[in-house]
C-alpha cells in the first residue's frame, strides 16, 4: 500500500484530517468528544504540538497544527492511539477506529492560515447539522469569536492578529470574515493542494523541494514524492 509523505521539520504546519473507519462515526457522545479534546491537550503538554483550530464532526475531524519540535507522527501516534484506545476499552471493540492513515497536508501558514481556518469552521454548515458556526459547540469557533473562554492550549493569537491588535476588535472582524460566505459556495482552498501533500505559494513549495526533496531517492511505495518533483521546477 502506498503510504503518504511525510515532511517534518521544526515549525512545520499542517492541516490534518482523519476519518472514521467505513466512515463510521467515531465520535457517538459528548464524553467522546471531550476526551478527544483532553488528548489534544496532552499533545500540546507532551509533545509541543501548537493547536491553531479544530472541529470535531461525526465521523471526522479537522486540525490546523503547528510542530515547533518537527515530530508530528509522534504528536498523530499520541492523539489518534490514545483516542482509539479509550473508545475501544470504552465499547468493548477491538482494531481500526480511523480509516488508514491521517491525512496531513504541509501549509504555507502565512498564505493560507486565515482561509483553512475558515474552511474548518464552517464546516458544520457545509454538512448541514447548523445554519451558522456559532450554533456548533464541538469546534474552536466559538472562542474566536469570544463566546466562550479559550481553554489555555488553544492558540488563536496567531490567526487572530490578522483581524486586529485589540481582541475585541479581532474577535469581530473574523466572525464578519466567517459569515461573509458562511452561507455561500467558496473556493475550497485544499482544491490547490500539490500532490496530497503541500499547500503554498510557489516560494513556499520550492523551499520544501530545496531543502526536503532534491536528495530524496525514489521510493514507490511513495508516489507523492515522484509526482511532487516531477511538477516542481529545478
Not at 2 to 11: Q, V
Not at 100 to 108: H, N, W
Not at 122 to 134: D, E, F, I, Q
Not at 160 to 183: E, V
Request: proline letters at 6%; aromatic letters at 14%.
Amino acid at each position: 500500500m502506498a503510504r503518504p509523505l511525510r515532511i517534518t521539520y521544526p515549525g512545520a504546519v499542517y492541516h490534518v484530517a482523519s476519518r472514521g473507519n467505513e466512515r463510521k462515526a467515531v465520535f457517538k457522545s459528548e464524553g467522546d468528544r471531550e476526551k478527544f479534546l483532553q488528548y489534544l491537550e496532552s499533545a500540546t503538554e507532551r509533545y509541543h504540538a501548537v493547536v491553531h483550530v479544530f472541529c470535531l464532526m461525526d465521523n471526522h475531524y479537522h486540525l490546523l497544527l503547528e510542530t515547533p519540535s518537527g515530530n508530528l507522527p509522534q504528536i498523530m501516534r499520541h492523539i489518534n492511539g490514545a483516542y482509539t484506545t479509550y473508545f475501544n476499552v470504552k465499547r468493548g471493540r477491538s482494531g481500526h477506529l480511523f480509516q488508514g492513515r491521517y491525512k496531513a497536508i504541509l501549509v504555507d501558514k502565512d498564505e493560507y492560515a486565515k482561509e483553512l481556518s475558515r474552511y474548518i469552521h464552517l464546516n458544520p454548515v457545509r454538512a448541514k447539522l447548523v445554519k451558522t458556526p456559532a450554533e456548533y459547540e464541538w469546534s474552536s469557533y466559538q472562542f474566536f469569536i469570544g463566546a466562550k473562554k479559550p481553554p489555555h492550549w488553544l492558540y488563536r493569537d496567531f490567526i487572530l492578529g490578522y483581524f486586529g491588535d485589540k481582541a475585541s476588535t479581532a474577535q469581530k472582524r473574523y466572525r464578519s470574515f466567517i459569515n461573509a460566505i458562511a452561507n455561500e459556495a467558496y473556493d475550497n482552498p485544499l482544491n490547490e493542494v500539490v500532490s496530497s501533500t503541500l499547500l503554498g505559494s510557489p516560494e513556499f513549495i520550492a523551499f520544501i523541494k530545496d531543502n526536503f526533496l532534491s536528495n530524496q531517492k525514489p521510493d514507490k511505495e511513495l508516489p507523492a514524492l515522484k509526482e511532487l518533483v516531477e511538477k516542481i521546477p529545478i
